[in-house]
């Protein structure tokens, strides 16, 4: 059963439009939410994260929305710019951070 | 800072055949993770270290094992190959009771 499910699977953007990737979760132990950004060839890095007690966190043009009651959290891209084109992965976590769960990947295109 | 290395790069095995991969954590972090990438899918945990003790394991057989050594490197051995071990092998570092992981870039490996 996957923990984690996002949505959608690709997605193309025209520069300096919004993009917007969504995710669920059943588990309500999930208390860390975060957002990583995978360049072909590279490791995931660390975008944006949250926690269950704010429902919303921005950070220049990255910003996630979390809706509590629906276990849903999204991840907005405004202004988007061709260097924003990679793979992004949701997940989520419990206190200890020793596991997480990763959503299965949006990979985003942005035509300049 | 260093950041987190892995090797090999790329490796190709047979069926049958035993791995090991290796990873230098991050300057600092005491806690090391593995996950395992299928092409096209988000990481899957393997397991966790945090000083030389195994600090959790998620879904995989008792053939993925793995080591940390005092300097906090670790290794990820497979015994027993099958195709479906093919993939992206991503190794992270963290400090206890922090979220971000620090992803290394990953050994791909390819059973034939």
């Known amino acids: 059963q996957q923990q984690v499910k996002q949505s959608p699977q690709s997605l193309i953007v025209q520069k300096g439009g919004i993009s917007i990737i969504n995710c669920a979760y059943e588990n309500t132990a999930f208390d860390y939410f975060p957002w990583y950004q995978q360049f072909p060839g590279k490791g995931p890095a660390l975008l944006i994260a949250i926690r269950p007690d704010v429902s919303e966190k921005k950070e220049g043009r990255f910003t996630i929305s979390f809706n509590k009651s629906a276990k849903q959290f999204s991840l907005h891209i405004m202004d988007s710019q061709p260097g924003d084109s990679a793979t992004y992965f949701c997940a989520a976590s419990i206190n200890n951070f020793n596991k997480f769960y990763f959503g299965s990947g949006t990979k985003l295109n942005v035509k300049p | ?112």
């Open chain 2, 1 to 112: 800072e260093t950041g987190v290395t892995q090797s090999p790069t790329h490796l190709i095995k047979t069926r049958g055949q035993q791995v090991t991969l290796r990873c230098s954590s991050q300057s600092g972090h005491n806690t090391v993770s593995w996950y395992q990438q299928a092409l096209g899918q988000g990481p899957q945990f393997i397991f966790q270290y945090y000083r030389e003790e195994e600090n959790g394991r998620g879904n995989f057989p008792p053939r993925f094992s793995g080591l940390q050594f005092p300097n906090y490197s670790s290794e990820l051995n497979v015994n027993a190959l099958e195709l479906d071990d093919s993939a992206l092998y991503l190794c992270a570092s963290s400090g206890q009771g922090h979220g971000e992981l620090f992803f290394g870039e990953g050994s791909r490996l390819t059973v034939l």
